[in-house]
């Protein structure tokens, strides 16, 4: 899980000179007896962030209770970045790398291909937002490609926000509290370039069924997606193609099997669908393009 430090995430720790040798042996066999499967990575991960052997002490408790292992550290890693995690904020996903990896390609695509020579920076918005490492990740790829871009968050979780105001910072992103598109200012309509939205897909029936990392750590706001967990995909589709901009592009993470109705939403506002997966991170994200 270990990542180096980016621009938009928080420093990297430094293994503290005032930890004792042998810690090591010591913090896996806590851990191990807590139930923890990777003691040892999670071991080595505690004593380079922690920075006393106090602070060391109480990460171990706090991660032998249940917590997170990234609320624990207070980062998580996502696409190379440290991203920073609050307690009770819902951590990134691995699988949803493939979601940032998509939302790059296709704004690089349509930056090169369909935006006019001269144009303004590429608008990008972030639904759902949560720690902002979407946003993080796709601004960091379109930096490093010399892409002028301007980028705004929102989420109705104040905790969220709040947290991912400091993994944008570094990009100069505006985040925002409130219902989806409900805070966006109103000068974004039909202006945005790329909208992402990491919705909350998991079918309310389902959701006792989660690990319990999830299930009583990270609110359930960021899991629940409605009766067949599609409720907020369809609220952000049905509104997308008044603030994407022609030839624009949505994008949002579903599963395989809800990918086949996603779709249909997806249609039925306007866009025009394409279901790409990864099978390796079992990540499947659906990409709506507004008309040009």
């Not at 935006?115 to 490093?144: E, K, N, Y």
């Amino acid at each position: 899980m270990s990542a180096s430090a980016a621009p938009g995430s928080t420093p990297p720790p430094s293994p503290s000179e005032s930890l004792p040798p042998g810690r090591l042996a010591d913090v896996t066999g806590r851990l191990r007896a807590a139930g923890c499967v990777f003691a040892e990575d999670e071991a080595r991960l505690m004593l380079a962030t922690a920075r006393t052997p106090a602070e060391l002490d109480a990460m171990v408790a706090r991660r032998a209770a249940g917590l997170p292992l990234e609320h624990v550290l207070g980062w998580a890693e996502f696409c190379g970045l440290r991203i920073a995690v609050d307690p009770g904020v819902f951590v990134p996903r691995r699988r949803t790398e493939f979601l940032a990896s998509q939302a790059v390609a296709v704004t690089l695509a349509w930056v090169r291909e369909t935006a006019p020579a001269g144009a303004d920076a590429v608008v990008l918005v972030d639904l759902c937002c949560g720690s902002g490492a979407v946003g993080a990740a796709v601004a960091t790829a379109l930096r490093a490609e010399a892409v002028q871009f301007e980028l705004h968050a929102a989420d109705i979780d104040p905790a969220a926000a709040a947290c991912a105001r400091r993994n944008v910072a570094a990009f100069g992103g505006t985040v925002y509290v409130g219902d989806l598109y409900d805070p966006l200012p109103a000068r974004l309509s039909g202006h945005v370039g790329l909208l992402t939205a990491n919705v909350p897909y998991i079918p309310a029936g389902a959701i006792d069924t989660l690990p319990a990392e999830a299930r009583v750590h990270e609110p359930r706001v960021a899991l629940d997606g409605g009766a067949d967990g599609l409720d907020i995909l369809r609220r952000v589709v049905s509104a997308a193609p008044r603030w994407l901009a022609p030839g624009g592009h949505l994008l949002v993470e579903t599963s395989e099997e809800q990918a086949p109705s996603a779709s249909q939403a997806f249609a039925k506002a306007g866009l025009i669908p394409r279901v790409t997966a990864s099978e390796e991170l079992d990540a499947t994200v659906i990409i709506g393009t507004r008309p040009a």
